[in-house]
């Protein structure tokens, strides 16, 4: 069963913002936490689900998704509504093998962030996860 606790993630802008995800329900075993927008509005808040499941066998499977909504602000009849208009989505899952200790899989863990890591330290794939070039070969 996942800890349910508020969660910090700091983003890569140019000045970079703590995105602060708060727990707010637990389903099946899947933990969701939501970044409360400026306007307090329900529409498009960040959403950060995640669980952990020990497989038969002793396998050890992490499911994270991270969903960021791009909101904008209408004016329907004097009124502002909110209304999504774009959505993108990140997920992270690990299948670890029942052999590995936990030591070993912190370092692959470690490795995995290294995948996501800045354009100067990882030039390549930051392109293709940025999705910056459309030829890569």
Same mark, same amino acid.
């Given at each position: 069963?996942?800890?349910? #606790?508020? &969660? ?14 708060? @727990?707010?329900?637990?389903?099946? +075993? ?11 509005? @329900? $529409?498009?808040?960040? /959403?950060?689900?995640? /669980?952990?499941?020990?497989? %038969? ?14 909101? $904008?602000?209408?004016? &329907?009849?004097? $009124? ?11 997920? /992270?899952?690990?299948?670890?093998? @029942?052999?590995?200790? %936990? #030591? ?15 354009? #100067?330290? /990882? ?13 890569? +070969?």
């Amino acid at each position: 069963m996942p800890t349910l #606790a508020n &969660i910090t993630i700091l983003d890569r802008a140019v000045a970079p913002v703590s995105h602060v995800l708060k @727990p707010r329900d637990l389903k099946a +075993g899947r933990a969701f936490c939501y970044e409360d927008r400026a306007d307090f509005s @329900p $529409v498009g808040e960040n /959403q950060l689900s995640y /669980q952990v499941d020990f497989m %038969p066998g002793g396998r050890k499977k992490s499911d994270i998704k991270l969903t960021i909504f791009k909101v $904008v602000s209408e004016t &329907i009849n004097g $009124v502002i509504v909110n209304k999504v208009l774009d959505t993108t989505y990140y997920t /992270q899952k690990m299948d670890f093998g @029942p052999s590995f200790t %936990p #030591a070993e899989r912190d370092a692959i863990v470690g490795m995995a962030m290294k995948i996501n890591d800045t354009a #100067a330290n /990882q030039p390549i794939l930051n392109k293709i996860t940025t999705c910056s070039e459309k030829n890569m +070969g």
